[in-house]
């Protein structure tokens, strides 16, 4: 354990952290060691990671004191930020700059920075496709992790720019749902575009070859996906996989959906819309074979549910209350 070089993982807990915490405790022979980054060390994943064998460590990503003790004496850094959690962009760029602040601190060898691209380069600033949001972002947790890589400059530093996860189906509830008619749905303002998408755990796993990897990946950008699909493809993998039909995908327009009104209605409208106009770029910024250089065991869409799919099956079913 001692001449194992640390990792600390910021969100160990969550689904790109728990993947990477995963994906060294599952290679011991690797040479590198898990260092579980959590609020909440009594919370049941931190105790499941230390069990594994983890090094369970206490801090806030609010609280840049403590981030500097939770990575002293790390090889590595692995950072996230939830801006799920507040919604706010401001808030996750400070998180961000922590993070960097942190890991500086501690002279780490590399950091790898979970980030987005900024979707405002796709667009001009007077563009009215889609609002501007909290006063100066397209997508704001997109663009303001792009922001955030400024806060590692000079740090040895890989952008890993991650892709939308199918575990979203579950754990987003964006599954298609059973009607009264009995057919499935789901709507998005996509159109036919393909969505570059990933099986959550895979990003933790690339990460950890990054680490691996080291000196060739720093200074780099890394855009990672497993498989890049439609609406519709999506829809028929998921009635063969599940065996429901039909599955109909609603390719409804974005001001519609922004205005459907649920929180963050406008972000993932504005997230979605610019997937689906700029579907060229997108998929540009991101190599699936890459990805699988990096893990060779990387899922494809059908691996991933056949998986998951008690899970995704079960977002389908209408909530109870609904059925009433
Ligand atoms: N869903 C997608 O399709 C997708 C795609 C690309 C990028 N992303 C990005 O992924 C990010 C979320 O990552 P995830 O999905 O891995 O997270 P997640 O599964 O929702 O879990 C959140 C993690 O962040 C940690 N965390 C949150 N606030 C913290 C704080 N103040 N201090 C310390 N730790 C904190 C939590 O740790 P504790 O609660 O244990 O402290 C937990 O481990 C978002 O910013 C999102 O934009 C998502």
């Known amino acids: 354990m001692a001449d194992k070089k640390v990792i600390a993982v910021v969100g160990s807990t969550g689904s790109q952290g728990s993947g990477l915490a995963n994906a060294i405790l599952d290679d011991p022979s690797g040479g590198f060691a898990a260092r579980a980054v959590t609020r909440d060390p009594s919370k049941d994943k931190a105790k499941a990671l ?9 801090a806030d990503l609010d609280d840049v004191e403590s981030l500097k003790k939770a990575f002293a004496g790390a090889y590595g850094v692995y950072g996230v930020t939830n801006f799920w959690e507040h919604f706010s962009g401001e808030k996750e760029k400070q998180q961000a700059k922590n993070i960097a602040e ?8 590399h950091v790898i920075w979970s980030t987005l691209e900024d979707t405002r380069t796709l667009m001009k600033p007077d563009d009215k496709r889609m609002p501007m949001l909290q006063g100066k972002y397209r997508v704001p947790h997109f663009d303001a992790k792009a922001e955030a890589n400024a806060y590692f400059s000079g ?22 749902k059973k009607g009264d008619d009995g057919a499935y749905s789901w709507t998005f303002p996509m159109g036919t575009a393909k969505l570059p998408g990933i099986a959550a ?12 990897a080291g000196q060739p990946y720093i200074g780099k950008t890394v855009g990672i996906a497993g498989e890049s699909l439609s609406f519709d493809e999506m829809s028929q993998k998921l009635s063969k996989g599940l065996g429901i039909s039909p599955v109909k995908f609603n390719a409804v327009d974005a001001d519609v959906f922004r205005g459907f009104g649920f929180p963050g209605a406008d972000e993932y409208g504005n997230m979605f819309q610019t997937y689906r106009d700029f ?27 056949a998986k998951n799919k008690s899970k995704v099956a079960a977002e389908t079913q209408p909530a109870p209350a609904a059925k009433a």
């Open 279 to 305: 579907e060229k770029e997108v998929n540009g910024a991101r190599s699936i074979d890459q990805t699988r250089q990096l893990n060779p065991q990387l899922q494809s869409f059908d691996q991933w549910l």
């Open 102 to 109: 942190a890991a500086k601190a501690a002279g780490v060898k």
């Open 155 to 176: 740090l040895p530093v890989t952008y890993l720019v991650t892709s939308f996860y199918w575990d979203n189906l579950y754990l987003f509830g964006l599954a298609p």
């Open 201 to 212: 755990e895979d990003i933790g796993k690339v990460a950890y070859s990054i680490f691996k």
């Open 50 to 58: 230390a069990a594994k064998g983890a090094e369970v460590v206490k």
